[in-house]
Nanobody, 117 residues
């Protein structure tokens, strides 16, 4: 099982942008779908965006038009940029193989994004 470590979060004002990164400890080339999730305080983890090796992109409704997801197979990395950040984007962001990770998947530490009004 690939292990993933997220980075790039921080405190940002509403309207700003952040680029999150996730690096795997092994090859992600053969993983067809990679995804970003987030968990806001008091809420369940939710899918934010996903990307397939064929280039199919999927976004949650509330980030549609504001988010860019990219997969770097050469460097075993996944990136998520969110523009025009809103306070409701405040959450811990995680990446995972697949848009429905196995219950056995060991989530990484996540990276915290805090958006101030």
């Amino acid at each position: 099982q690939v292990h993933l470590v997220e980075s790039g979060g921080g405190l940002v004002q509403a309207g700003g942008s952040l680029r999150l990164s996730c690096v795997a400890d092994g090859s992600i080339f053969s993983i067809n779908i990679m995804a970003w999730f987030r968990q806001a305080p008091g809420k369940q983890r939710e899918l934010v965006a996903s990307i397939t090796n064929g280039g199919r992109l999927t976004f949650a409704d509330d980030v549609q038009g504001r988010a860019v997801i990219s997969k770097d197979n050469r460097n075993n990395a996944l990136h998520l940029q969110i523009n025009m950040l809103r306070p409701e984007d405040t959450a811990v962001y995680y990446c995972a193989p697949g848009d429905r990770p196995s219950p056995d998947f060991s989530w990484g530490p996540g990276t915290r994004v805090t958006v101030s009004a």
